[in-house]
């Protein structure tokens, strides 16, 4: 028998993973409290997530009232990898910089402004 740190019942161990039983005693958590403590978390994370898509679009529609093109653009890419990101469960990956940046590239030639001419 062992002991459920959740619940504190006194289980079989067919009741706990193999690696819930590795843990140890007082550590162990059986797979009704496991399952009780993820779905829990999943509704925790959908509700974050609804929040931030909503916060989003009102951005995005208070940026459109505005005018401003640049506060628009950011607002509708924001959105736009939120919803992506609901949609394949993918968080956007920064790679790097882009292209240019302060030291990548051929850069200036010493003496050059950058000018034509």
Do not use: N, Y
């Amino acid at each position: 028998m062992h002991a459920c740190s959740g619940c504190a019942k006194e289980l079989a161990a067919a009741a706990f993973s193999s690696k819930q039983l590795a843990k140890g005693a007082g550590k162990q958590r059986c797979r009704a409290c496991i399952d009780t403590a993820e779905a829990a978390e999943g509704g925790a994370v959908d509700g974050r997530r609804e929040k931030e898509l909503a916060d989003a679009a009102a951005a995005l529609r208070i940026a459109e009232a505005s005018g401003d093109t640049i506060a628009v653009l950011k607002a509708s890419s924001l959105l736009s990898a939120l919803e992506a990101e609901a949609v394949t469960g993918m968080r956007p990956k920064v790679i790097g910089r882009g292209r240019g940046g302060s030291s990548g590239g051929r850069g200036r030639l010493p003496g050059r402004t950058g000018g034509r001419g």
